[in-house]
């Protein structure tokens, strides 16, 4: 027992990352932050002097990330808080009202702003509101062609419907993590999706020239066939004259040709693949 109360409390999550959501005022930050999931108790929702503060833990290819939000007010005399709060900040959600032009055009003074005092973090553009479509005066493909200008990540979200939003959060923590060296740390942990796992156990078994023989659907061969001509899944297989190669070398290599040969005798199953 007293061992067990000498331990640290075990983390709750893999990674820690703090984001700032920035923009105009009446854009809807809050409303985006508000409808998360709250991730740690000790650590609630908070309002006041120009700033709201939440956490929340999201699951990303099999770890769990802990995200830090912060959002300004987006009124200019609280630009000093961007520029405190900014330290340490390894992801901005820039976020615009799709119903409102003005918000668009003022993206270029909050990019200023976030260059100047978290140079180089990972941005995503999003255009909330996606509700009231009916309403637009941003079009997608404008802001589509600003997020690509300045290297952004882009998606129109809707808090109302739930729509995009964690999937902005987890691509921009992705970024953020690719940006920290993080992610080849838990690369080899990813968690593969059903077909994936399937592709891969069928042409590490076959060749590409053999998946056609396979009793399958056109368009399921045509994309085992591009699956099997990526680089990472090359190295999974054998090519036909390989596999005959190995063979030949073990049927000659399993049978000793004297009784003082016995000790050199490779198994038959023990060629490693290359």
């Known amino acids: 027992m007293a061992e067990d109360s000498g331990r640290p409390p075990q983390k709750s999550y893999d990674y820690l990352l703090k984001f700032l959501l920035v923009g105009d005022s009446d854009v809807g930050k809050q409303e985006i932050i508000s409808n998360l999931e709250d991730g740690a108790a000790e650590s609630p929702f908070c309002s006041g002097s120009g700033k709201s503060y939440k956490t ?153 020239y053999s998946i056609e023989q396979l009793p399958l659907p056109t368009s399921v061969k045509s994309h085992l066939k591009s699956y099997a001509l990526t680089p990472t899944c090359t190295r999974l297989r054998y090519t036909h004259s390989q596999r005959k190669a190995h063979n030949k070398k073990n049927k000659l290599t399993s049978t000793p040709t004297s009784p003082a040969d016995t000790r050199s005798c490779v198994p038959r199953n023990s060629c490693s693949v290359t």
């Open 56 to 208: 929340t833990t999201i699951l990303l290819d099999g770890k769990r990330v802990k995200l830090q939000l912060w959002d300004t007010s987006g009124q200019g005399r609280f630009c000093t808080i961007i520029r405190s709060y900014s330290r340490g900040a390894q992801g901005v959600l820039l976020v615009y009202d799709i119903t409102n032009q003005w918000s668009f055009d003022g993206l270029d003074r909050w990019l200023k702003e976030v260059d100047e005092h978290a140079p180089g973090v990972p941005k995503v553009l999003v255009g909330n509101r996606l509700h009231l479509a009916f309403n637009r005066k941003v079009g997608e493909r404008d802001a589509q062609t600003y997020a690509e200008k300045h290297s952004m990540a882009f998606f129109e979200v809707s808090p109302l419907c739930n729509y995009n939003i964690m999937e902005s959060f987890c691509e921009l923590s992705r970024m953020a993590l690719q940006r920290n060296g993080m992610e080849r740390l838990w690369r080899s942990n990813k968690v593969l999706p059903l077909h994936e796992l399937c592709c891969r156990a069928i042409v590490a078994r076959t060749t590409v």
